[in-house]
């Protein structure tokens, strides 16, 4: 076996700061505290850091820097667009939201939260490729629906919805569209305006910005009540003193995502598809997600008779960092809520392996990768009591 | 890490895996919606367990329990063997995370399991020996 | 006039990250990026990190770990705090809740946002040196009050509310207790068991910190629903990625500030009073809020005559950085609701003038303040058509 | 910064501070509350507008706006300088943030306050010629 080599795959739970990012946030730690709120002019400074990164990120995403508030993360922006909307058209008697039930816990626990409330959800299934049908979209949209909200790219499998489709379907019934572009960022074109996009979540920390800050945008025009009220601070919809150094971090880690895509995505395309045809040919397997419609950087691949926890044991003693199933649900005894929405048994679920590279992977990583993984699939089965059957 | 080092060393080099040609008695417990499967095998000679295996499907816990609970069963009476409590192993194992106490239960089980076999095989009802092997409380699917 | 020198005077605002906080997170935006939600190794150590800081928090409050919920900063603890107790009782029947006039925007817009929704809030009143009353609280007290939420320390004048009675007469009445404690942290003892104190928030930027992070103490026992849905970090109560280098720091920062707190208190003290007995001798000023329940590090005055965004300006060009009320509300054209609750005319409300030390303050800073201020005060009020009334 | 250097030199540096003894017309508009007073003295010299002061309680902008009012003012004839809008004093200073649009206002109406009181001074009504004074429209106090 070849020596150990550290592989960290596991870049759609969350990525490293890159050194550019690092670089940008390092005085907004130091000498750059000032409050943006303050009128001097260190908190001046401040005030045209976080508007410069506003600027960055409504460039990234075609969008105009006022349509764009920073939150805390990927979450709390799913939280605000979908308990806004749905508080805001309450009042006009529209209590209906359609989702799909793969979404991440961000959006699938907001909705569960507002079902109890009296709120009416439908969750579209998807297919056994892991595709949302455009067709079912169209087919539960109803007089009292206030939203859609469907991911443009699965967290677990990598898959790419039609959101362009859905973003037209949407306006022309004149039903909101949100759209959870966490994974999406930085590994897919995005223009809200183009895709017709009404509210779309980014984190910072899934492309080599910063965890614990992320953005909402929200296309003019739609008001939402604040989840967090207080200070001025985001035009008054978004209260609590601005993360400068992690919003200017984002505003980098945007701009550099979205300015190489073409070619950062052609590369990683060629190493995800390396290592899914050096996986493929074990034994009982299977790739989960379409191959096609998938992100840059998703391999997805579940093994008959391993179990997720002990592969991500084995590999890290192997210094593979990677996952099986989302990131947040690990330590749950449930099988991955989203390889069940394919059609996996869910032992088989169980036994999924998700590889997710970025820009930090190298071609010796996959090389690694490729040299141990089937050993380790193989020293897993030949003690598991369901690869004899 | 979330375990201990004791649970990685026996997570990583698990005594007693495979199959053993000659049991008399195998237990299998767990159920694979819940990504845990122990199947246990012993050798019972006079009343003795002479030799003990297993395979499992599941979690490190899952795998580190069982090895650990063959260790603490192997060249025991039955008697002493059904005495063995996944808290003992829990605490030979230097303890588990609370989420994978069930884990721990299963190797309990696992063990009674393949005793009651051992005695069904010789005609012996086991249930006022084993009494109940119990389901796991740790989920709500079914089989 | 004395030469030009930097001081930094609006620690309430926000405070310089100190070495050791940055050092500490350092490590966290580098190598330490794993997800604390991750198996592996990386993932757990970053999971151990966060547990560590968690621990200092509830060691710095009396409280235990699994009370402390990290959050994106004072402002979201506060929203969390109250609309979430708001919720839960309101089910019961419960829905009045008990606040002052002179809490922070986090806390009134939240108030305010509960009255939209058809809570009845009561805002008690202050009195002219900035405290609120136990009686007040006591007779305001109903079968349906939820909750009361006092602040420890206000944010624009310092004063120190009498929060031991309150808890005390909340746990004898049986209703919930919040306080604000964003300004007291650092500055104040605190113990929520022995204050009877069932919900606290916390920001660390206010005491050396980074911003964007901070912390709800959540007394063992209270259940409430979730602000952010998602994932199943913090125990399941606050979805997200979590802010690991932010968390971190907030844990350093609050252990330095509160193992040092009565030599820190004792030289802010000194400091502040060398401060207000210098400027008080100027015709025609006043001191907001009580001069002995005071947070050691604040001054509030009042000028007569001058208008308070031309007078920070003045003082900015003098390299002196201070406050005119509550930085998030700099901006507005509305005099401080601080200052109206405790009876100033809004014309001097307009002009009054918030210095706030820190450990970083020096006795120079406070000599170059006193060599300065008199002088700018003078200036502006020869153009002001209100002093030659 | 917040405001243009142009606002900052007429904030740090302002012209034509002060009272007028021999000031033929004053013109005072503003409210406290709103934390903003410009006070204007003319003197006003065969039509002409000979020498300008003012005072100002107000913010940084206040300040600027009168200081250049002032200028623009002085020495121009009671006609073009009640053509002066706040559209031009905002325009001189190199553009003033939206918040702060209303402090330009007040230093159009101090202008016109003052020419106002000139004329009541002489005994002529100043309403056909100066017209309305109006009220800043950024805030809703009352006196
Ligand atoms: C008393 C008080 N409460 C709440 C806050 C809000 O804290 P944050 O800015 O961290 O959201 C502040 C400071 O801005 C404060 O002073
Ligand atoms: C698709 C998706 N949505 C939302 C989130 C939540 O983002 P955050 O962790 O920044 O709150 C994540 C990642 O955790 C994600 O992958
Ligand atoms: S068998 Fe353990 S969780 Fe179901
Ligand atoms: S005079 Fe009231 S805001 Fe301008």
Redesign the pocket.
């Known amino acids: 076996m070849a020596e150990t080599r550290f592989v960290y795959a596991d870049n759609a739970a969350t990525t490293k700061i890159s050194d550019a990012v690092f670089d940008a946030m390092v005085p907004w730690l130091k000498e750059g505290y000032g409050n943006p709120s303050s009128i001097y002019r260190k908190g001046d400074e401040a005030a045209r850091a976080v508007l410069k990164a506003r600027e960055q990120v409504a460039a990234a995403l075609g969008a105009e820097p006022r349509e764009i508030y920073f939150t805390s993360g990927g979450s709390e922006a799913d939280n605000w667009a979908i308990k806004g909307v749905a508080h805001t058209f309450a009042k006009k008697g529209k209590k209906h939201i359609i989702t799909s039930v793969f979404e991440h816990h961000a959006v699938l626990h907001t909705c569960d939260a507002l079902r109890k409330e009296g709120f009416e959800i439908t969750y579209l299934p998807v297919d056994d490729m892991g595709l949302v049908s455009v067709e079912d979209v169209k087919n539960a949209i109803r007089e009292d629906t206030a939203l859609v909200s469907v991911m443009y790219a699965n967290n677990e499998i990598g898959t790419v919805q039609p959101i362009s489709e859905i973003g037209a379907l949407c306006h022309e019934r004149k039903v909101l569209f949100h759209t959870d572009a966490v994974q999406a960022v930085g590994n897919l074109p995005i223009d809200v305006k183009a895709q017709q996009i009404d509210l779309l979540s980014l984190s910072a920390h899934k492309i080599h910005g910063p965890k614990g800050v992320g953005a909402l945008y929200c296309r003019r025009g739609i008001l939402l009540p604040n989840l967090i009220d ?2 001025g601070q985001e035009g008054g919809h978004r ?3 601005e993360n400068v150094a992690g919003i200017v971090g984002l505003g980098v880690a945007i701009t550099k995502a979205m300015e190489t895509l073409p070619e950062r995505a052609a590369r990683l395309r060629a190493l995800r598809d390396r290592l899914i045809d050096g996986l493929l040919p074990i034994e009982r397997c299977r790739l989960n997600g379409d191959r096609e419609k998938r992100l840059p950087g998703n391999v997805n691949i579940s093994f008959e008779g391993v179990e997720g926890e002990s592969l991500l044991l084995t590999l890290d003693a192997h210094g593979i960092c990677a996952s099986s199933g989302s990131a947040c649900t690990s330590g749950s005894l449930d099988p991955s809520h989203v390889l069940l929405a394919i059609g996996l048994p869910a032992e088989v679920a169980h036994g999924s392996l998700r590889l997710s590279l970025s820009d930090d992977t190298s071609e010796e990583d996959v090389d690694y990768m490729l040299s141990v993984i089937p050993g380790v699939i193989e020293k897993l089965r030949a003690m598991s009591p369901l690869w004899e059957r | 890490m979330l375990y201990s080092d004791k649970v990685m060393d026996h997570f990583t080099n698990p005594r007693n895996v495979g199959e053993l040609a000659d049991a008399n008695g195998i237990g299998e417990v767990g159920n694979a919606k819940c990504g845990d499967i122990m199947k246990m095998y012993i050798k019972v000679d006079k009343g003795v367990i002479t030799d003990v295996k297993f395979k499992t499907f599941g979690c490190g816990a899952a795998i580190a329990t069982s090895s650990m609970a063959t260790e603490m069963i192997k060249g025991k009476t039955i008697e002493d063997a059904l005495k063995l409590t996944n808290k003992a192993v829990v605490e030979a194992l230097e303890g588990l995370p609370p989420v994978k106490i069930h884990c721990s239960v299963l190797a309990e089980q696992a063990v009674r399991a393949a005793v009651a076999d051992y005695y069904k095989r010789l005609g012996i009802d086991p249930g006022p020996i084993v009494g109940e092997i119990g389901d796991c409380h740790a989920c709500s699917h079914d089989e």
Chains 1, 3 share one sequence.
């Open positions: 207080g200070g209260a609590g003193t």
